[in-house]
């Protein structure tokens, strides 16, 4: 059985990376789904994406298309050649994207909250060979979060992956879900081997931010974007306003492909500048620990004491003035020297022996 520090990430290794989900809020009608699903198979999407059950936050609006929708998603495969994904939230949506054979599953916000719900959703997905992706829960409850994953873990599910998509605030301008760079750099760090996705959309919640954003995800080592497009994003069924269209996506991603690029080689040329400042502080260090070889020696010889801490005092205050004028802290340097003088007397210890 695989635990959650064990889990391999093979399933993503199929995908370029980075790898995008792009694709309605809402499949609303066949026409839609079919028209964004083709303007998006010419961008560089792996996976074309739409909710057919709909959580919204009040009742009397759109709530979903429901199964038909799932057909359109078969249609979608079969047209384009796009893996397909959609949101589940019950043991029913479960079975019925199974039985349309949808390739990806995720499970969004309010249900990962929800322990019932994913031990249900993790049970009625028992063994599956699917990707199931799991959104954050809104609140910023990271053992939450893990809880999810380990409960699909423990029904034998192996492809797993999360999604970043930002956690609820009371008050929202910039926002509509806040994203947490802490978390999912902590995430990335615990669990190096689960996929992280990044969902601009739901964390803007409007288009305005959207590109830069997503390159800064991106920038924090993110495996990959779900972001929402909609052939005409104006009149989508729900969450209008932060759909964009799928030319504006490609548009988005190939701004941040040559952003990322200039900074990469800019990157490049300045850790190689530290390779060497590092190789010509390592050769400094040597000469500092062969003279003290040399001054173990000498003492030996000259029967003087071994340790003379006053006088290292006396040289490391005397180069404080100067540590002053440098680009790093008193306290560091502090740090360093103590370093210094520890390796200073291991040497001299070793040259009398
Ligand atoms: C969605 O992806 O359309 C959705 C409802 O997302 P979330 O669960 O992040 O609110
Ligand atoms: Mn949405």
């Known amino acids: 059985m695989q635990t959650i520090d064990k889990i391999n990430n093979y399933w ?45 936050t009040k009742p009397g609006n759109f ?34 994207a199974i039985e349309y054979n949808i390739d990806i599953l995720w499970i969004g916000a309010r249900s990962t909250v929800n322990p019932f719900t994913i031990q249900e959703i993790a049970e009625s997905l028992k063994n599956t060979d699917k990707i199931i992706l799991i959104k954050n829960p809104i609140h910023p409850d990271f053992d939450l979060w893990i809880g999810a994953i380990e409960r699909l873990i423990t029904q034998g599910i192996k492809n797993i992956g999360v999604i970043h998509r930002g956690f609820s605030t009371y008050k929202t301008d910039k926002y509509r879900n806040l994203p947490n760079w802490k978390v999912a750099l902590d995430f990335i760090k615990r669990y190096p081997n689960i996929p992280i996705l990044f969902d601009p959309s739901h964390i803007c919640g409007q288009r305005k931010g959207l590109s830069k954003i997503a390159q800064q995800a991106l920038y924090c080592e993110y495996n ?27 548009e988005t991603l190939k701004s941040i492909e040559v952003i990322n690029k200039n900074a990469r080689q800019k990157l490049d040329v300045l850790l190689l500048q530290i390779y060497d400042l590092n190789h010509n502080l390592l050769y400094l260090l040597s000469e500092i620990f062969k003279l003290s070889n040399i ?20 040289m490391i205050d005397e180069l404080k003035p100067y540590v002053k004028k440098l680009y790093f802290s008193e306290d560091f340097s502090e740090i360093l020297f103590q370093y210094i003088y520890k390796e200073f007397v291991n040497i001299q210890n070793r040259a009398i022996e």
């Open 295 to 314: 001054i173990g020696k000498l003492k030996k010889n000259c029967h003087l004491p071994m340790v003379q801490h006053n006088l290292w005092k006396q």
């Open 12 to 56: 993503i290794h199929q995908f370029e990376m980075p790898l995008i989900i792009s694709g309605p809020c809402s499949a609303e009608t066949q026409e839609q789904v079919l028209e964004t699903a083709t303007r998006l198979s010419k961008a560089s999407i792996q996976i074309f994406r739409a909710g057919i059950w709909k959580p919204r």
């Open 224 to 250: 990959g974007l779900m972001v929402e497009t909609h052939c005409r994003p104006d009149e989508a069924w729900s969450d209008a306003n932060q759909q964009i269209t799928p030319e504006k996506l490609l």
């Open 63 to 96: 709530e979903g298309i429901g199964e038909i929708g799932l057909k359109w998603l078969q249609k979608v495969k079969e047209e384009t050649g796009l893996k397909v994904a959609t949101e589940i939230a019950n043991a029913t949506h479960v079975k019925y």
